[in-house]
């Protein structure tokens, strides 16, 4: 027994650490790992073992091992906040935000002046749709040492909360700070297009592009600038250059409304020929209208028959008569300070900035419960088709974003599509009740918009006729529009997008 005991709490030797801290401080991160490996077979409960192990493993992106390793470290020391960082890290590369929340709390509590603790708690909360946490965090890493990184961080948080003014100041901060700050530089073109100001937009991003030519984001900004001048075959060059996110689809896009019909099909084949699954709703539309356009077999098998696959349904909680779960979401609607996003396609009207429901308001985010449990409801609908709309549909029931519409008389939405969507949707609040025409209010949907090029126009529509409390799901590769009122009252919608699987930044409108 006493031969065991001392075992456990054997150390090794400098001599022996030596040719491992060499080779892990050189970079020989896989023969650190060996090494480390090796003697920590000999000294079970050596803490610098597990935590030398731990930082070669994260080196090489092992991210399970290396939360392992710290974990087994911290078992042993517990109070170390440079490991409980580390191992916030790890678990969030593994994506166990929860887990990497609690690490990151644990290092502020040892050591409260821990500024990247702080800062690394704030993205973790922002990742998880904790924007008012996040953004405390983030100011709270600011008021203990202000750098770039720190005010570009809250920036991206007071930009998805839609406080577009707070986040410019902070983007312009970190430029201040930090002028070779790309990131920073794109971030502030976008809130100043979201803002409207598009000159200034523009220039922030060949600001960013100065930088960094490769920068796939501002690249991606400057093609989206240039399709939406109509200047399609710039645009290209753009887009092909960002290789980022719906490149490929908005590169064709653009050759479809220069009429390179030629230049579009060759692509358009090579895709479906070489994509196994057909899962890009932008592609969809394209494919779809061009099939429509020239009487061809649509190749493209997302959804060829998008109106098969519209859903309404009333949600009883605001449909009820004098539901309070309806005026608490009008309430916040009319009080709450949010700002309000240039968006062109509305007339009379204006449409909130930032993403709905990760504001903090409860009203906004109980809606978005209920909007997710309308996605499974959707899929189980039409469960067994075949077509990648619901073979693929998304696992995480994530929103790209959510924004509220009020249009005034005369007011409506054009034709349009959310390119980066996969279910679109939106729930009515307030609808127009004094009506010449029974479908003025109503949501439009079809296969022909956005001023593509027309051969004929034999490009069908279908309409919904919602009411108050009704949610309506569609695929986002269909067209859809407002029909105009003309009475004089409001019509007010919260919209949405589901999020396809992967990281996606761009919002449309209803």
Not at 233 to 257: G, H, M, N, P
Not at 392 to 414: I, K, M, Q
Request: hydrophobic residues 35%; aromatic residues 12%.
């Amino acid at each position: 027994m006493a031969k065991q005991a001392q075992a456990s709490t054997q150390q090794p030797s400098q001599q022996e650490m030596q040719p491992v801290l060499t080779l892990l401080n050189t970079g020989k991160l896989a023969e650190a790992e060996s090494a480390a490996k090796k003697l920590v077979t000999r000294y079970p409960n050596a803490f610098i073992l597990h935590h030398v192990l731990g930082l070669a493993q994260d080196g090489l992106t092992k991210f399970s091992d290396a939360a392992a390793s710290y974990t087994k470290a911290l078992n042993i020391q517990p109070n170390t906040p440079d490991l409980q960082f580390n191992l916030g890290i790890a678990l969030t590369n593994i994506g166990q935000l929860e887990a990497a929340e609690k690490s990151y709390r644990k290092a502020i509590a040892l050591q409260p002046q821990f500024f990247e603790a702080h800062g690394n708690l704030g993205t973790i909360l922002q990742k998880q749709g904790k924007l008012e946490q996040a953004i405390e965090s983030y100011r709270n890493a600011l008021a203990i040492n202000e750098d770039p990184r720190g005010h570009f961080n809250l920036g991206t948080a007071l930009r998805d909360e839609g406080k577009l003014d707070e986040a410019i100041s902070h983007f312009k901060h970190a430029i201040k700070l930090f002028p070779n700050y790309a990131d920073a530089h794109n971030y502030l073109g976008e809130c100043l297009r979201d803002q409207g100001n598009m000159e200034e937009a523009i220039k922030s991003y060949l600001d960013t592009l100065q930088l960094n030519p490769s920068h796939a984001g501002a690249n991606y900004n400057m093609g989206e600038f240039l399709y939406l001048a109509k200047r399609f075959i710039e645009a290209v060059t753009y887009f092909e250059q960002s290789q980022l996110d719906d490149w490929q689809e908005r590169s064709l896009y653009c050759l479809y409304k220069a009429e390179r019909f030629d230049d579009f099909k060759i692509k358009l084949d090579e895709i479906v020929r070489t994509h196994k699954k057909h899962n890009a709703p932008f592609l969809a539309t394209l494919s779809t209208h061009y099939a429509t356009n020239f009487g061809v077999e649509d190749s493209y098998n997302f959804c060829k028959n998008g109106f098969d696959y519209v859903y309404q349904n009333s949600l009883q909680e605001l449909a009820e008569p004098n539901s309070q779960f309806l005026k608490d979401l009008l309430n916040d609607i009319n009080n709450t300070a949010i700002e309000v996003r240039a968006q062109g396609m509305i007339i009379n009207g204006k449409q909130s900035a930032g993403n709905l429901f990760k504001r903090p308001e409860a009203s906004f985010r109980k809606l978005g419960e209920l909007v997710k449990q309308e996605f499974l409801n959707y899929k189980n609908r039409f469960a067994g088709a075949d077509c990648e709309l619901i073979k693929s549909f998304p696992n995480a029931l994530e929103f790209t974003s959510s924004w509220y519409v009020r249009l005034r008389r005369g007011g409506y939405v054009d034709r349009h599509i959310h390119e980066v969507g996969w279910i679109s949707g939106a729930v009515y609040l307030v609808l127009p009740t004094e009506k010449k025409d029974p479908t003025e209010g109503c949501f439009e949907y079809g296969l022909h918009g956005d001023n593509y090029p027309q051969k004929h126009s034999n490009f069908p529509v279908g309409i919904a006729s919602p009411n108050v409390g009704d949610i309506v799901l569609f695929p986002s590769s269909l067209f859809h529009r407002t029909i105009p009122f003309n009475s004089n009252e409001e019509r007010i919608c919260i919209a949405f997008d589901l999020k396809p699987d992967g990281d996606i930044f761009i919002r449309s409108s209803y």
